[in-house]
């Protein structure tokens, strides 16, 4: 079975830049898979960055950007914010109407 | 403005279904565009994607999850809803409702969860 991987945690400064990674056990990350990235915040929903690699969501500011680095793909946060300490979750298309998300990284701003 | 309001009990008992139902607000279910979508964290584990269906009935699902699930849409009351047979505690989790935007490939509206607890 095919797991979606992503660092479990990472730390920047504020002010910094930051780069999360979403990566397969089993094969690389391509536009196919469609990758999209949430942030949850706990008691909030889960808030939309990023789709289809690198659109950026309604609202979402261009402090955040995506792409695809080597065989995953990658969720670049510049401009590193107090608020922006949570969760972030990718998640990928596996087909059949099936979608995997990755296990999380928790960032810390400090 | 798009919402989405989940509601259900919140503790369950093993063996049991689970039932949950997603209100939308804000936009029609009557839309190919759109798959109205389940997707579940228990405590202290990642989101699980749990299945989706648009309101013609096309539907996704999390092979995992597919043999316990049934999933329905409702255009008269704009809801939808997630049945999850034979429970057990593993199936204790917060429970959110999305949805799922086709065009864009995304969960690009979600309600705030529901925590559904298993438990005798």
């Known amino acids: 079975q095919t797991v979606v991987t992503q660092e479990p945690s990472f730390s920047v400064s504020p002010g910094g830049t930051v780069t999360l990674t979403c990566g397969l056990t089993s094969g690389s990350v391509s536009s196919n898979s469609y990758p999209s990235w949430y942030q949850l915040t706990p008691g909030q929903a889960p808030r939309p960055l990023i789709y289809m690699t690198n659109t950026r969501s309604s609202g979402v500011p261009d402090r955040f950007s995506g792409s695809i680095f080597g065989n995953k793909a990658a969720l670049t946060i510049t401009g590193a914010q107090a608020d922006d300490e949570c969760d972030y979750y990718c998640v990928l298309y596996m087909g059949n109407g099936n979608w995997v998300f990755g296990g999380g990284t928790k960032l810390t701003v400090l | 403005q798009v919402q989405l309001q989940e509601s259900g009990p919140g503790l369950v008992k093993p063996s049991d279904t689970l039932s949950l139902t997603c209100t939308v607000s804000g936009a029609s279910v009557r839309s190919e565009t759109y798959h109205w979508t389940w997707i579940r964290q228990p405590p202290g584990k990642t989101l699980e994607f749990i299945g989706y269906?648009?309101?013609?009935?096309?539907?996704g699902y999390n092979p995992s999850l597919k043999s316990r699930v049934a999933l329905s849409v409702d255009t008269s009351k704009s809801q939808f809803s997630l049945k999850l047979t034979s429970v057990t505690a593993a199936d204790t989790a917060v429970y959110y409702c999305?949805?799922?935007?086709?065009?864009?490939?995304?969960?690009?509206?979600w309600g705030q969860g529901a925590l559904v607890t298993v438990s005798s």
């Open positions: 269906m648009s309101y013609t009935g096309s539907a």
């Open positions: 999305a949805r799922h935007y086709g065009d864009g490939h995304y969960f690009d509206y």
